[in-house]
């Protein structure tokens, strides 16, 4: 099993340019998640979807958008991207909309913007 | 609101050696917690978690961890290292109450074992 897919792998963007990060999951899992790890910051989320059809804002959600295509697929969007912006992004998938249920994740994109 | 506080950035310890790495958590409500451990250049990996029941919680790899709810805490043990142990963990704790709220993490604490 593939688990959680994220592509790309790495990222070099100049300031302003615009891109997505594309996710996939083979689990059927309902919920999935975008968040960024920078160093001592641990995780933050940005966005998350409970379900097919649903995005909500996370802590850090300015500067992005979300789409969940179908129950498989869950993109970010970095429309105007900044240097802020430079971090490691991690998709998750979870089995349940509340959160007991462990969350997946992929190996992340690490993006730098310059 | 939730949060999470770990409360080492770095714990080096030698090979075979005990170790605890530290969480503390604060909540108005009931909680779930999880400890995730990352390895270099991965995505995040479930070790343990707490739902419910007995306080005392093993995971893969030979860890386990308390939940002391009069302490708010929920530190994670291993009795004896490997170098393979080396990573980044994370605790994380959700709200049983509201639904839909997400995952909270700590800033991590970094595990460096040498031989």
């Known amino acids: 099993n593939a688990g959680v897919t994220q592509t790309p792998k790495f990222q070099v963007l100049k300031t302003g340019q615009s891109m997505t990060l594309q996710c996939a999951q083979d689990?059927?899992?309902?919920?999935m998640y975008w968040y960024r790890q920078d160093p001592g910051m641990g995780l933050r989320l940005i966005y998350y979807?409970?379900?097919?059809?649903?995005?909500d804002k996370g802590e850090v959600p300015n500067g992005y958008n979300v789409s969940r295509l179908n129950k498989r697929e869950f993109s970010l969007r970095l429309e105007s991207a900044a240097p802020s912006q430079t971090s490691v992004y991690f998709c998750?998938?979870?089995?349940?909309?509340?959160?007991?249920?462990?969350?997946?994740f992929g190996n992340g994109t690490r993006l730098t913007v310059t | 609101a939730q949060s999470v506080t770990q409360l080492d950035s770095q714990v080096p310890v030698f090979e075979e050696a005990p170790v605890e790495l530290r969480c503390n958590y604060s909540?108005?409500?009931?909680?779930?917690l999880f400890w995730y451990v990352q390895y270099p250049n991965q995505g995040l990996q479930l070790l343990l978690k707490?739902?419910?029941?007995?306080?005392l919680v093993k995971g893969i790899n030979g860890f386990e961890a308390e939940f002391n709810k009069s302490q708010t805490s929920f530190h994670l043990r291993k009795p004896s290292v490997h170098i393979s142990d080396t990573a980044e963990y994370f605790c994380?704790?959700?709200?049983?109450?509201?639904?839909?709220?997400?995952?909270?993490f700590g800033k991590g604490t970094t595990l460096s074992v040498s031989s």
């Open positions: 909540s108005s409500v009931s909680v779930y």
């Open positions: 689990m059927n899992h309902n919920s």
């Open positions: 994380a704790v959700s709200d049983q109450v509201q639904a839909g709220t997400a995952l909270i």
């Open positions: 979807s409970a379900s097919e059809g649903t995005t």
């Open positions: 998750a998938s979870s089995e349940a909309r509340r959160f007991n249920s462990p969350l997946h």
């Open positions: 707490y739902l419910s029941g007995s306080t």
